[in-house]
């Protein structure tokens, strides 16, 4: 079944299009349930039994299916999670009880990891948690998932079993939940995230009323949610290569302002994606995170606090923040002031600043923005050439004395374009002495 390349787009580029030729040569004659690693785990877990205890389900599927890469892979069984210990533990398989509470294991063969999961069925949820009970029936486990494309099961032969028509949703690019939208939202809030994620994905904004509605009556569930699962679902958001298409529909951009609310400058990811064509590394979390927060208010930090983000977005976000009323104010900062802020911050630093200085404005001027970047590329910058050696010869002591002293001849350095004057120096190394 061959239609990835209908929904990967219409119009690729050249290279876009040899790399997914090459993808749907690579599925038809090395589809990836026929390595040697899947062979194993699937010849010892479908061991004494006619029937396949084990098919493949969810993201890998959906790639395979797509002509995508397949990294991540789940595994569904009817094996109980002590079966499955049982059948792999004269093997080089190992096996972790990563979330045996709720029937999941992770299989490890060599650098490679599979989560399998036994067969469940929901027994009762409160939209953050779900009790489940072990089945055997692969439409019980079908029915408690999210959305179609994400109940398409392939066994080990690369036959596929569709109970709920899946596979011609994912050809359509729909979205399209399991029975009733507001009963699968209600079991887990984090569908909604889930179907803006896959929505966009798809490029797929036409949305069914009934959906919509129950999107628009549950949005005060994300609450119940903790704060670590929806970042982890945002941060996948972010990693979209096609997240500027967020805007094209009115509603579904409400519904993530209203998740979202400290993305005040949401229109910024146009700009941002313009400048990606010229420079592809700018379409970072890191990146994208500070053109939807930064506007020299306490913004970020709130969000920052909120999601407890990791201390590199954190240590970025607070660096832009600090210096974003100066590179709007400072004409002077990427061109006469630009050697000085290179040895202050760095180069990558200097170049997150221009990023962010050009998705802010109205007018973008990319042929200025790639001479800056040259610029910042080619700027050598000198050695501070006063060491704590220089200044113990001289006369000052090591402590907080020789850290004042230094600072305040670097300061002079800086101000005098990377020179020092005798006379200066002479008089500051008197004064901490």
């Known amino acids: 079944m061959v239609f990835g390349t209908t929904i990967l787009g219409s119009n690729p580029s050249a290279p876009a299009r040899f790399m997914q030729i090459l993808q749907v040569l690579k599925k038809l004659f090395f589809p990836f349930y026929k390595s040697e690693n899947i062979k194993q785990i699937f010849k010892i877990l479908n061991e004494g039994s006619k029937e396949q205890q084990a098919m493949f389900v969810g993201g890998s599927v959906r790639k395979y299916l797509l002509n995508q890469k397949v990294d991540d892979i789940d595994i569904a069984t009817t094996l109980k999670p002590d079966e499955i210990i049982k059948k792999f533990e004269n093997s080089k398989i190992i096996v972790k009880k990563t979330g045996i509470e709720h029937g999941t294991l992770t299989l490890v063969l060599g650098n490679k990891h599979f989560e399998i999961t036994t067969l469940r069925k929901d027994i009762s949820t409160d939209g953050r948690h779900a009790s489940v009970l072990f089945t055997d029936d692969w439409e019980d486990d079908s029915n408690r998932r999210d959305f179609t494309f994400?109940?398409?099961?392939?066994?080990?032969?690369?036959?596929?079993?569709?109970?709920?028509?899946?596979?011609?949703?994912?050809?359509?690019?729909?979205?399209?939940?399991?029975?009733?939208?507001?009963?699968?939202?209600k079991e887990d809030y984090l569908r909604i995230l889930r179907f803006i994620r896959f929505s966009i994905e798809y490029s797929n904004f036409d949305f069914e009323k009934d959906t919509l509605r129950a999107i628009q009556k549950n949005l005060s569930g994300i609450a119940k949610l903790s704060k670590e699962r929806i970042y982890s679902e945002l941060k996948k958001i972010l990693k979209l290569k096609n997240f500027n298409e967020i805007q094209k529909n009115h509603e579904f951009l409400k519904i993530f302002n209203l998740i979202f609310p400290e993305f005040k400058y949401i229109e910024r990811?146009?700009?941002?994606?313009?400048?990606?064509?010229?420079?592809?590394?700018?379409?970072?979390?890191?990146?994208?995170?500070?053109?939807?927060?930064?506007?020299?208010?306490?913004?970020?930090?709130?969000f920052?606090?909120?999601?407890?983000?990791?201390?590199?977005?954190?240590?970025?976000?607070?660096?832009?923040?600090?210096?974003?009323?100066?590179?709007?104010?400072?004409?002077?900062?990427?061109?006469?002031?630009?050697?000085?802020?290179?040895?202050?911050?760095?180069?990558?630093?200097?170049?997150?600043?221009?990023?962010?200085?050009?998705?802010?404005?109205?007018?973008?001027?990319?042929?200025?923005?790639?001479?800056?970047?040259?610029?910042?590329?080619?700027?050598?910058?000198?050695?501070?050439?006063?060491?704590?050696e220089y200044l113990l010869d001289n006369g000052i002591k090591s402590g907080k004395k020789m850290g004042y002293a230094i600072k305040e001849i670097k300061n002079k350095w800086l101000e005098n374009n990377f020179n020092l004057d005798d006379e200066q120096l002479s008089k500051t190394i008197k004064k901490f002495k």
């Open 150 to 185: 994400n109940a398409i099961y392939l066994d080990s032969n690369g036959k596929i079993f569709d109970p709920h028509s899946g596979v011609k949703d994912l050809k359509n690019k729909k979205v399209k939940f399991i029975g009733n939208p507001d009963e699968r939202i």
């Open 304 to 388: 920052s606090h909120k999601y407890n983000i990791e201390n590199e977005t954190k240590d970025h976000l607070n660096f832009c923040a600090k210096n974003f009323k100066e590179i709007q104010v400072n004409k002077n900062f990427f061109k006469k002031d630009l050697k000085k802020n290179i040895f202050i911050f760095g180069k990558k630093r200097v170049k997150s600043l221009l990023f962010l200085n050009n998705v802010i404005k109205k007018n973008q001027k990319n042929d200025e923005l790639i001479k800056n970047l040259s610029k910042i590329e080619n700027t050598s910058i000198p050695e501070f050439p006063i060491t704590g």
């Open 269 to 302: 990811v146009k700009n941002l994606y313009v400048i990606s064509k010229l420079k592809p590394e700018i379409l970072n979390k890191n990146h994208i995170l500070a053109s939807l927060l930064i506007d020299g208010t306490n913004n970020h930090e709130y």
